[in-house]
């Protein structure tokens, strides 16, 4: 299927990452008196300014942080900014936004660190990563109050982007055919039941040849939970359609669509015209859904996003990689990305299960992938 061009950038994690990068929470605030220490660019807060170390003063902050912000404003009078802080599986991670630049930072204790980020007013160039990047979104088949461990992968979008404004979103369908992680070949989606999260990343890229920096991972329970917190996903639905597990019809149309709605969206394929691939190609819809929302949010909204999605989902990035993997989204050019579904023909295993081989064109969309755009 050709990749369509997208009205605006998809979201990875925080991205987006789980259909879902979105939140409604506030994130954390607190107001510092002003600076107490300096820092290198990446290092720890520590000791007294030093004379000519510009004024840092920062709604939000902390005085490591702003010690730290000072080192990276070094030779400017005096700065004044806004910081928003949140969490990702324990670690802190925050946003500093001062005019047009913002500052990622994640922090250890009472230090920050500067990870990323970009400075217009100083001329520098952005840093958010060596692109390309991919990261593999995964929305498993646990129902309420089952573990993830054991299921299957019921869901399958990587995402993606080359860190210079492209980037793109492939869904899997989740009958391909591929090398599982314990040897053998079964469906895409039982690598996650065989091994986790990393078994259906090393999977991902058997079948893509893409090398993939992390997942992320979330159940049906927590998929609804992330999208309700976050006030529902606004979309526009092309062509009503009865969703899985019992919400009913979803109408055509401009609309906010609520968590079991919006999993019902997902999940459905019996109705639509081409099976699973139509549903992968929901999908996609919903990650871009939720990064429209996000990207109109601002990308102050980041820490509250990574906050949101790490209490519901399992995942291998780190704080610094998943912090500046969703702020690259708020430098995406509209014009530079793209969608699509990696379809094929059906065929028959040795042990007669019904799967699909993907076709040229997916495999020449797998090589363009590569980019980290499509």
């Known amino acids: 299927m050709p990749s369509s061009r997208l009205a605006a950038p998809a979201l990875a994690l925080a991205v987006a990452l789980v259909l ?29 300014p030093s004379p000519g170390v ?14 730290v912000l000072a080192s990276v404003y070094a030779g400017r009078p005096a700065v004044e900014g806004s910081a928003t802080v949140g969490t990702w599986k324990g670690e802190k991670v925050a946003v500093v936004t001062s005019s047009d630049d913002a500052t990622l930072l994640v922090g250890a204790g009472s230090a920050w660190s500067v990870v990323g980020g970009w400075w217009p007013s100083l001329s520098k160039p952005a840093q958010l990563g060596t692109g390309p990047r991919h990261v593999l979104v995964i929305g498993s088949d ?7 461990k054991g299921t299957r992968g019921d869901t399958l979008q990587l995402v993606g982007i080359d860190t210079v404004g492209g980037a793109g979103v492939m869904g899997l369908p989740r009958d391909i055919w591929a090398e599982m992680p314990n040897g053998g070949h079964a469906k895409i989606n039982a690598a996650f039941a065989f091994g986790g999260g990393k078994g259906q990343q090393q999977a991902v890229t058997g079948v893509t040849g893409i090398p993939i920096e992390g997942y992320v991972a979330v159940g049906f329970d927590g998929f609804e939970k992330i999208v309700d917190e976050a006030g529902g996903i606004p979309i526009t639905v092309p062509k009503a359609l009865r969703g899985a597990g019992g919400v009913g019809i979803i109408g055509a149309g401009a609309q906010v669509l609520t968590g079991a709605q919006a999993l019902g969206y997902a999940r459905e394929r019996k109705t639509l015209p081409d099976g699973d691939f139509g549903r992968s190609r929901h999908q996609g819809d919903l990650i ?29 990035l780190t704080a610094a990689q998943a912090l500046t ?33 993907p076709s040229a064109q997916s495999r020449a969309a797998f090589v363009r992938f590569r980019s980290g755009r499509l």
């Not at 510009?54 to 010690?67: N, R, S, W, Y």
């Not at 646990?142 to 993830?148: F, H, M, Q, T």
């Open 20 to 48: 879902v990068s979105c939140s409604g929470d506030e994130p954390e605030t607190r107001r510092s008196s002003g600076p107490t220490s300096s820092t290198g660019p990446t290092g720890t807060a520590s000791a007294t």
């Open 54 to 67: 510009p004024v840092v003063t920062l709604e939000g902050g902390d005085a490591a942080m702003e010690a």
């Open 142 to 148: 646990a129902r309420v109050g089952e573990p993830l």
């Open 288 to 316: 871009l859904a939720a990064a429209i929302k996000a990207r109109l949010e601002g990308v102050s909204s980041v820490p509250a996003h990574l906050t949101t999605v790490s209490r519901y989902a399992d995942t291998n």
């Open 325 to 357: 993997w969703a702020a690259a989204f708020h430098k995406v050019d509209p014009t530079k990305v793209g969608r699509t579904v990696a379809t094929g023909g059906f065929g028959w295993s040795k042990d007669r299960q019904s799967i699909v081989i």
